[in-house]
């Protein structure tokens, strides 16, 4: 295979070893000692090879993806280095318009779509130098999954094939965690670059609302939605935020002004930060397991020895958050997706169509009542964070179930504790701190007023600094 | 719930004419388990009775808030 043995990655088969992360893979290609070519060789070889089980790929651009990394190469050899990503392989979320290759929302609806034009983060990303590798599977109009019947089946999680991936951008979790591309883009709407994170190992970012354009992604709830970051690490989330953050007349959403502090290097250090537990999230009846709680509490405690002043942050009840984000969601969902819903409801999963049908049935009064529990919301957390810079919480409330165990309408019977950045539009981080006695990955979030997203990459990347959790990789089927 | 407002939980014949007059198209027993959702939602919905939530100020907040945004 062509670049099996790739200048810069050693002598073992590249289909056998674990991708650098991107900072690494960056300094490595500016200095000349690592080739684009053969990094996205090593990509396509691991997708040869493990992807037919892990389905994390719709589709592999391979053609295009080795012009992308030959070009790259000769810029770099000319001195004419775009930035950190470029020459990276990375992945996008097939909720992402990418010109010229097929974007389906998970849908066989569209199934023969192939959009014209980039979404504005991936026009972004080209422009940065990133190599687009292909789409990612994601669950059908990103509000579908884990569905059996659909146009594309689940990813597989490479931590226990059997349990949820989580989603929807759950090609993207699974193709980073298995070493498949260096990033992705996914996009969040109630915690779908989170969740995957969280049950992948990796790490991922909901910018504040507004900083990054919506730009060419198909729409689940414009007021909930974010496109956001999905790598190894933070330091790498922070890499791929700086290139595709920033005003775009296209989309009236995005921000006219910039965050606080610099996104590309945030630091990674905590000490003197005023840290925030958020502990009710998880601990109460039908919130999180023992092991969720007793993780979060190694989490602040750690954090305090790393010289963060810990206290704990009391916010208003999980489930009004929830309750809020999922009637705005599931109303906008609806009339997003209606004109297919009513024409051609047989091509939509079963999972899809009844979580978007029961949008049909919010009343006027009750989406406007959600809006306005949204503001009271935000003025009760903003209060209750006063004497905090940033919270951490759980990244999630319980193991992931076995796929085949899943409910159509289970999202109705736990609170969703990635819901309350969504409807805030505040910074939200997963990263991985540690895994459960059955070695499956756990979680913490950590969130911040809007625009301090530097300020959450910085304790992202001090906590993966300090703890051993990047060290660790799934062992995958050979 | 306000005292002018109609219950939210719906019998299954109101909720089969609701779905029909939103121009769904599903069959008997994908109704009945989307009327059995469609309860567990509405008991979740309550949350927002709750005293001074119709009275707050809407998202966004202002005019100016709004063409902030959209700047």
């Not at chain 2, 007059?21 to 009327?35: C, M, P, Y």
Request: charged letters at 20%.
């Amino acid at each position: 295979m062509a670049g099996e043995r790739g200048r810069g990655l050693g002598a073992r088969p590249v289909s056998e070893r674990f991708p650098p992360t991107i900072a690494q893979a960056s300094r490595e290609i500016r200095a000349g000692r690592l080739s684009p070519v053969a990094l996205v060789e090593l990509c396509l070889a691991r997708i040869a090879r493990h992807d037919g089980h892990l389905r994390a790929f719709l589709l592999v651009a391979a053609d295009e993806a080795r012009a992308a990394a030959r070009q790259a190469e000769a810029e770099i050899a000319r001195g004419e280095w775009r930035g950190p990503l470029h020459g990276i392989p990375m992945a996008i979320k097939d909720a992402i318009d990418t010109a010229g290759l097929r974007t389906t929302f998970g849908s066989r609806v569209f199934a023969d779509r192939v959009p014209a034009q980039d979404a504005e983060v991936v026009a972004r990303l080209r422009r940065a130098g990133a190599v687009i590798l292909g789409k990612l599977e994601c669950h059908e109009f990103c509000l579908g999954g884990p569905a059996l019947d659909a146009f594309a089946p689940p990813a597989r999680n490479p931590w226990n094939p059997e349990v949820y991936a989580g989603g929807s951008s759950s090609g993207a979790g699974v193709a980073v965690a298995a070493g498949l591309c260096l990033g992705a883009i996914g996009t969040d709407t109630g915690g779908s670059v989170r969740i995957p994170a969280a049950l992948n190992a990796i790490a991922a970012h909901k910018p504040t609302y507004g900083l990054a354009s919506n730009h060419g992604i198909h729409p689940l709830s414009q007021s909930l939605d974010h496109p956001g970051p999905m790598a190894w690490t933070t330091e790498d989330c922070a890499l791929i935020l700086a290139a595709i953050m920033g005003p775009d007349p296209k989309d009236p959403a995005t921000l006219g002004v910039a965050p606080r502090g610099d996104v590309a290097s945030p630091g990674a250090e905590v000490k003197g930060l005023r840290i925030g537990v958020v502990r009710n999230f998880s601990d109460g009846p039908d919130l999180g397991t023992p092991e969720v709680n007793a993780n979060l509490e190694e989490v602040a405690t750690t954090l305090g020895r790393m010289g963060a002043r810990i206290s704990e942050v009391v916010l208003p009840d999980l489930w009004d958050y929830t309750v809020a984000n999922t009637t705005i969601m599931s109303s906008e969902a609806f009339l997003n997706n209606a004109p297919w819903l009513r024409a051609s409801p047989e091509k939509v999963s079963a999972f899809t169509r009844g979580r978007m049908f029961l949008g049909s049935f919010v009343r006027a009064e009750d989406y406007l009542r959600a809006q306005r529990l949204r503001r009271r919301l935000a003025a009760a957390t903003r209060e209750a964070m006063r004497d905090v810079d940033a919270i951490v919480c759980a990244g999630m409330l319980a193991p992931p179930a076995p796929v085949a165990s899943m409910q159509k309408f289970y999202y109705l019977r736990r609170p969703l504790i990635t819901a309350p950045f969504n409807l805030l539009g505040m910074p939200a981080l997963s990263t991985c701190t540690g895994f459960d006695a059955q070695g499956l990955p756990m979680a913490a979030q950590v969130a911040a007023p809007p625009l301090d997203d530097a300020l959450v990459l910085r304790i992202g990347q001090a906590w993966e600094s300090a703890t051993p959790w990047r060290d660790r990789r799934p062992v995958l089927p050979a | 719930m306000d005292e002018t407002s109609p219950p939210r939980a719906l019998d299954l014949a109101a909720f089969r004419a609701l779905a029909t007059a939103n121009g769904l198209r599903i069959g008997e027993a994908e109704l009945a388990e989307l009327h059995a959702a469609h309860g567990v939602l509405a008991a979740l919905l309550a949350r927002l009775d709750a005293p001074g939530i119709r009275e707050h100020e809407p998202w966004p907040a202002s005019a100016a808030e709004a063409w902030e945004r959209g700047r």
